[in-house]
């Protein structure tokens, strides 16, 4: 290579070096803050659920009623005191329990009830199926459609319990 040729790439690699940012070349700062993963909905409050009941071994019963259930939730993490009922010799409880959100989809799942939906896009309502399996060697099997629908509490971003005060929604440091 000869002094005209090496005259000639300097002043583009002059260029193209002062031109980087210094940021393009350095790592991550530690306190740059990055989005994560929250609830999109805060489900807190009272809510009315309405569905059929099941019988002994997971019957359906088609006969629609109507719930009182009570949420609690925690970033994506949701506890539901409520829900549907078997009943047979007497009627037991068979509550959604504890559950989490991703995004819009709903789900709780216990020994025997498995709640599954989707919350609406305004997060005032949420449809879809509770599945009964029975545990402990039963055979019963029986899926109910619910739609669910907020009685009380407005709706609010779901809290995140990671994020300081001073940091936007969905950022943490």
Do not use: H
């Not at 559950?99 to 896009?121: C, H, P």
Request: hydrophobic letters at 30%; charged letters at 15%; glycine letters at 12%.
């Amino acid at each position: 290579m000869n002094l005209i040729q090496i005259l000639a790439i300097v002043p583009f690699t002059l260029t193209a070096i002062f031109s980087m940012r210094p940021y393009a070349l350095a790592e991550r700062s530690p306190r740059t803050p990055v989005i994560i993963s929250q609830a999109q909905y805060n489900l807190t409050g009272q809510w009315e659920l309405e569905t059929g009941t099941f019988g002994p071994e997971c019957f359906v019963s088609k006969d629609i009623k109507k719930f009182p259930v009570t949420f609690t939730q925690n970033g994506n993490q949701f506890t539901a005191n409520g829900g549907t009922v078997i009943e047979g010799r007497g009627t037991s409880p068979a509550n959604i329990g504890n559950g989490r959100l991703s995004g819009d989809r709903f789900e709780s799942q216990s020994e025997v009830f498995n709640w599954i939906g989707t919350v609406s896009s305004d997060g005032n309502s949420i449809q879809g199926n509770v599945t009964c399996q029975m545990s402990g060697g039963g055979t019963g099997r029986g899926t109910l459609p619910f739609t669910m629908k907020r009685s009380t509490g407005a709706v609010q971003p779901a809290p995140n319990p990671n994020t300081p005060n001073n940091v936007p929604s969905g950022y943490v440091w």
